[in-house]
């Protein structure tokens, strides 16, 4: 099931519709997303991201799980949206649970990407104006 997310700014005019997720749509998509959760766990073992990211996912090895589903981010020097692979691990242990997010970079100006949070009102990509809205949210 996917999530699409439309955003519409009255000020410009500027309306656009973005699908995230998908997990159990397709076979490509889940292909897709395996090998992401592979490459982000290889390039963490071979220190890429510095050496204690690689000491605690070697050690915790079956506990970390990681998530490499699509979501939508923004740029916040550039407004752009993007659809992104979250690049993301969690690891439970008995009293917290640590999640490391990896950078995401910007693909129009390189600036780091924010994950949207989902919040109802945030800036145009066109007018850059505060007033973009999140006009619906649906299901694919
Ligand atoms: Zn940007
Ligand atoms: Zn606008």
Do not use: W
């Amino acid at each position: 099931m996917g999530t699409s997310y439309k955003y519409k700014c009255d000020e410009c005019g500027y309306e656009e519709e973005f699908f995230v997720g998908g997990r159990l749509m397709t076979k490509d998509y889940k292909k897709r997303t395996e090998e992401a959760e592979e490459e982000l766990r290889s390039a963490v073992l071979y220190g890429k991201y510095g050496e204690t990211v690689r000491q605690l996912i070697k050690n915790e090895r079956e506990k970390m799980y990681v998530n490499c589903d699509t979501d939508l981010y923004q740029c916040m020097e550039c407004r752009q949206f993007s659809v992104q692979i979250a690049k993301e691990m969690s690891l439970n242990q008995k009293d917290f649970t640590l999640t490391i997010e990896f950078r995401h970079e910007c693909p129009g100006c390189h600036s780091t990407l924010l994950r949207k949070t989902r919040g109802s009102i945030t800036f145009c990509p066109k007018c850059k104006m505060f007033t973009a809205q999140l006009v619906s949210i649906g299901k694919f």
